[in-house]
C-alpha cells in the first residue's frame, strides 16, 4: 500500500536531501561529540514542528503522532563520523575538519531520516499511529543505540526499521533478507607475562614474545577446528605488543583482537576456547595469561514478517529488479540493541556506482556515496513506516 503524496514529495525534495547530506558531510563530529549535528537535527524538527527531546549527552527522539490511534514504528539514523582523512579533496562538501569524515553514510542516515520526517509529518493526519526517529550517536563505537535503549527510545514501540547506505552494492538495490544481516562484534586482550633478562641468556627467562606467537599460531584452530564449519565466524589478531629493546628477552606481551559470528553458541564456544587456549600456551611455557574479552555488539538478525514487509516494500515502490540479496557481512552494528527488544529489520540501500567513484569501501578515506541513493533511502524510511501502520 504504497503512498504516492509521500513519493511525490520525496521527490521533490531532492535537492533539499543532497543539500542536507552535504552540510552533514562537511562537518562531521566524532561518536559522543555530535552537538552540532544534533542542534542542526533540532533547529530542522522545530521548523517542521516536529515534537522531539534532546538524549543525553547527543541524539535526538522525535515522534509524530497520527491523527488516527494506532501502533508505533520507530526509525533508527546515526550521525557520528570517523577519525578518517578525507582523500577526496576536490569535492566541494569535503571535510572541513582535519582528520575526522563521514566515511561510512551517516551523514546520508540523518539527512533521509530527516526528509523522511518531512513527508511523513505532511500526511500525519491520515497516519493510524505514531512514528519515532531516533537520531542516534556514537554507533561507530557501539555505544550509541544502547544509550538511546537506556533513555526510552523504544519503550512502547511495536517495530524498529533502520537503514545502512551500502557502497559494495549497486545504486538502485535494495536488500533486507530474513535472518542474519550483520554479525556479533566481541574484543578481546590477551596479556602474556614470562620473565624477561638479556638477549644472551635465553636460559634464564621465559620468552612472553615467543608465547604470544606460538598462541596467535594456534588459536586460529578455535575456528577450524572445533566449531562446525557451516556456522561462520572469525578471530582476528589485530595488534600484537611485546618487547622494549632488540637485546632485551620479553617480559609482557600484549594481544588484542576482535571476534564475529551470527549464532549466540558458537559466540559463548570461541571464548571459552579462547581463554582455555591462552591459558595453555601459557603453561606450556611457565608464563601466564590473563584473558579480558568484551562482548560487544549482537547479530543483527532481520525479523521474517519485517524483512517480508520491507521486501515488499522496496518491489512496489522501485520495481522488482531492486530486490537484492546481500550475503550476510562480519560487520559489526548496534541497531541490534534495538533488536533484543523488538522485532523488525535493518536494510542495506546501495550507493556503488564506478561512473561516479563511489565503490570505495566503508571507513576509507576516499569513501563517497551515489547521491542517486538518497531519494531511495528516504523513500524507504517512510514508505516503510506508513505501510507498517497500516497494515
Known sequence: MINVKIKESIQNYDEELKALRRKLHSEPELSWEEENTTNFVCEYLDNLGIHYRRTKPTGVIATIEGGKP??????RGDMDALSVEELNKNLPYVSKAEGKMHACGHDAHTAMLLIAAKALNEQKNELPGTVRFLFQPAEEVAEGAKAMVKQGAVDGVDNVFGIHIWSQMPTGKVS???????ASAD????????RGG????????????IVASSFVMNVQTVVSRT??????????????VVGTRFNVIAENAVIEGTVRCFDPKTRDHIESQLRHYAENVAATYGA??????IRGTQAVINEEKSANLAQMIVKEVFGEDAVYFEKPTMGGEDFSDYLERVPGCFALVGSGNPEKDTEWAHHHGKFNIDEDALTIGAELYAQYAWNYLNK
Open 70 to 75: 494506532g501502533k508505533t514504528v520507530a526509525l
Open 176 to 182: 533486507c533478507p530474513v535472518g542474519p544481516a550483520f
Open 187 to 194: 574484543l578481546f586482550k590477551v596479556t602474556f607475562k614470562g
Open 198 to 209: 638479556h638477549g644472551a641468556m635465553p636460559h634464564d627467562c621465559i620468552d612472553a614474545a
Open 227 to 240: 566449531i562446525d564449519a557451516q556456522k561462520p565466524a572469525v578471530l582476528t589478531i589485530g595488534k600484537m
Open 288 to 293: 601466564t595469561a590473563d584473558v579480558e574479552y
